[in-house]
């Protein structure tokens, strides 16, 4: 009994060091920020290679046609070898002193032969030192696709900053730091018909050197929260009217990984107060050499193959032995084509990666035979697909979006999918004070592609559900097989006041986590003490023993 009361004395003792300790002891508490609402935007490039800024090894003659580049490029050059260089490219050299090409002479690339010569297609008209700058531009039209969150007035702004730090940023060299500017103008940025078009009093383009480049639109009419919006930057058909590409951040650029350059875009009301901001990412790449390769010996074959997808999105082809990558043109064709010797007939998979880094579902090819060429084509790859949100309340919109072939038809199949309904999801029917009746299946919705392939669609949520849905797309009177599914959850108005709700409760509770717990610790261990020692029962008992202790009880016969 002694043993029993010390143990619990001490487990008492210790719960009040606890408390003391929290009480007595400032606790690290976290810190939030509050920072503005952001809103969903993105950028897609026409053109998402990089650049080319190497410099020569040595000099060369005027009327020649072949030169090495420097494996140690000093800045501001970083293409330390020709992996980023590739025939039908056009170039110009840069003389160091100057801020443009000698003579503005351009060639063309004949052949890329080895990882640091190329050859031109006509000879040189001047001599070059060691240490020219070979130039290489690739200059993209971009589209910036935002949806505000927060209305903007009319008479408000909008404010995309694209970071630089380059010494000069509109001279026409691409730099390593961001994106120049080159002859673009305010003429040059318009906003777009579709989805939803805006119009703008105003617009001014502001370089600052070794910082960024800042491009404001003056609004004259007004954007409305949740609706789609974009705006198109670069002339249409001239490219020096347009953003250059960087060239490699660093000479330690590895091939194939692309380079992440972050921007701002904000809204603004007429007094310049931030009403939303985000920060978007444009990673351009340089394009891959087409490598093919499955087994070995035996006679030679040709392999070609060819098919559409989105403009320059990365085309993989896999399967087991066969490894080849290529980029889709503007039109988004592509082509892969090398010898192949296989030894064994084998499947392989096409797959596309958009410049939004989403993928298509594959499409599997037969084994190829063994004794003769192969030319398969066209293979028509599916949309890529995504929705702007993981989960919608009723009410919303749900925006969906994707790329593929440009101007084409695209398909968007929707279904209510009765397989995966989780606990929550049946519970939110049957709690749903809207009840309704409808198909499994609904009329297919249809939209169309722009020049680069985009497409969008807007569509309600007005019935709480858990959906699939799909894209296709029709060229040339041909269906692409269908993309990836994707799950659409559609939960009621309600449910979202609840999850807000425990939110809510969460972010009040957590900083006082660990006091709540101690609470309760001693609040349980003090209810268990009254239970054990002061209980009317346990009083009672103890009162009795004491008695019989003091008076014994005698029982007479």
Same mark, same amino acid.
């Given at each position: ?103 503005? &002479? =351009?060639?063309?690339? /004949? *052949?890329?032969?080895?990882? #640091?010569? @190329?050859?031109? !297609? +006509?000879?040189? $008209? ?58 673009? &103008? =305010?003429?040059?940025? /318009? *906003?777009?018909?579709?989805? #939803?078009? @805006?119009?703008? !009093? +105003?617009?001014? $383009? ?352």
């Amino acid at each position: 009994m002694k043993m029993k009361l010390l143990y619990k004395t001490l487990f008492f003792v210790f719960l009040i060091v606890q408390l003391s300790y929290v009480l007595l002891v400032k606790l690290p508490r976290p810190t939030y920020a509050i920072v503005t609402n952001l809103s969903s935007g993105n950028v897609t490039l026409s053109n998402p290679r990089l650049s080319y800024r190497g410099m020569l090894q040595t000099a060369s003659s005027a009327n020649d046609t072949k030169f090495t580049v420097s494996a140690t490029p000093v800045a501001p050059a970083t293409d330390s070898n020709t992996s980023n260089l590739f025939i039908n490219d056009v170039i110009c050299f840069n003389n160091p002193s100057s801020n443009g090409c000698a003579s503005q &002479t =351009t060639y063309t690339v /004949n *052949a890329v032969p080895t990882s #640091t010569q @190329f050859v031109l !297609s +006509a000879a040189a $008209l001047d001599a070059m030192t060691a240490g020219t700058a070979v130039i290489a531009t690739q200059s993209a039209r971009w589209t910036v696709t935002f949806t505000p969150r927060t209305p903007v007035p009319s008479g408000g702004f909008l404010r995309l900053i694209i970071p630089n730090t380059g010494v000069t940023i509109n001279d026409g060299i691409p730099d390593s730091g961001g994106f120049d500017s080159n002859k673009l &103008t =305010t003429n040059n940025i /318009n *906003a777009a018909i579709s989805p #939803t078009g @805006f119009t703008k !009093s +105003a617009t001014t $383009l502001t370089t600052n050197a070794s910082v960024s480049t800042v491009v404001l639109m003056t609004l004259s009419s007004a954007l409305t929260a949740g609706t789609s919006y974009s705006f198109v930057m670069g002339d249409a058909t001239d490219p020096t009217l347009r953003f250059i590409n960087p060239s490699p951040a660093s000479s330690s650029h590895t091939a194939g990984k692309a380079d992440t350059y972050p921007m701002a875009l904000q809204s603004e009301d007429a007094g310049n107060n931030v009403l939303d901001k985000i920060i978007m990412k444009v990673a351009p790449v340089d394009d891959v050499q087409v490598s093919v390769s499955i087994g070995g010996g035996g006679a030679q074959h040709k392999f070609f193959l060819y098919g559409y997808t989105s403009p320059f999105a990365q085309v993989y082809l896999e399967g087991i032995g066969i490894i080849a990558q290529t980029t889709a043109d503007k039109t988004g064709y592509f082509s892969l084509d090398n010898n192949l010797s296989p030894l064994l007939p084998r499947e392989a998979c096409l797959s596309a990666k958009d410049q939004l880094g989403r993928r298509s579902s594959p499409t599997c090819l037969p084994a190829f035979p063994l004794s003769y060429d192969v030319n398969i084509g066209p293979v028509l790859l599916s949309p890529t697909l995504s929705l702007n949100k993981p989960q919608y309340y009723t009410g919303e919109e749900v925006v969906i979006s994707g790329q593929t072939i440009p101007n084409t038809d695209v398909i968007l199949s929707l279904f209510v999918d009765s397989s995966k309904k989780s606990l929550i999801d049946y519970l939110v029917v049957k709690l749903n004070p809207i009840k309704s009746v409808f198909a499994f299946g609904f009329p297919d919705l249809q939209t169309k592609t722009d020049n680069e392939g985009n497409y969008s669609l807007t569509i309600p949520s007005a019935k709480s559900d858990l959906f699939r849905l799909f894209a296709s797309a029709l060229y040339d009177k041909q269906s692409t097989p269908q993309s990836a599914r994707l799950s659409l959850k559609i939960l009621p108005i309600w449910w979202m006041f609840i999850v807000n709700l425990f939110i809510l409760l969460w972010f009040l509770l957590q900083p006082h986590l660990l006091e709540i717990i101690i609470l309760v610790q001693i609040v349980v261990f003090m209810v268990y003490l009254l239970r054990q020692f002061l209980s009317p029962h346990i009083l009672a008992s103890d009162k009795s023993l004491m008695i019989q202790e003091k008076h014994p009880i005698t029982v007479h016969e």
